[in-house]
């Protein structure tokens, strides 16, 4: 059993930032690919950046590249999401999602492929 604990998110003006943090218990959370995901009200969850395991391989949708940057310290069991530049768009709970199998740097980008789930962090972004 993997538990994961978001934390981080809040009350920010466009054009600020907060950094997510997702950290995960176990001893094997050096092992998991890492995601993050979001779902704003009536929207459902999407995807929002991924990270292989050792942190050598890094994927951001579209819409949050270079605003967003996803990492991690496998010697904290956490990762983290970066995020710059908010928009008002960017405005949902954020989740983060441990992917227990798969291949050597695989990064998923759907949800089917996460095991584990965090509680969720909100993120509000005011105009």
């Known amino acids: 059993q993997v538990q994961l604990v978001e934390s981080g998110g809040g009350l920010v003006q466009t054009g600020g930032s907060l950094r997510l943090s997702c950290t995960g218990s176990?001893?094997?959370?050096?092992?998991?690919?890492m995601g993050w995901f979001r779902q704003a009200p009536g929207s459902e969850r999407e995807y929002v950046a991924g990270i292989s395991w050792s942190g050598t391989n890094t994927h951001h949708t579209d819409s949050v590249k270079g605003r967003f940057t996803i990492s991690r310290d496998n010697t904290k069991n956490t990762a983290y999401l970066q995020m710059n530049s908010l928009k008002p768009e960017d405005t949902a709970v954020y989740y983060c999602?441990?992917?227990?199998?798969?291949?050597?740097?695989?990064?998923?980008?759907?949800?089917?492929?996460?095991?584990?789930w965090g509680q969720g962090t909100q993120v509000t972004v005011s105009s």
């Open positions: 999602g441990a992917a227990t199998t798969g291949p050597v740097n695989f990064i998923p980008t759907y949800q089917s492929a996460y095991d584990y």
């Open positions: 176990g001893r094997n959370f050096s092992t998991y690919a």
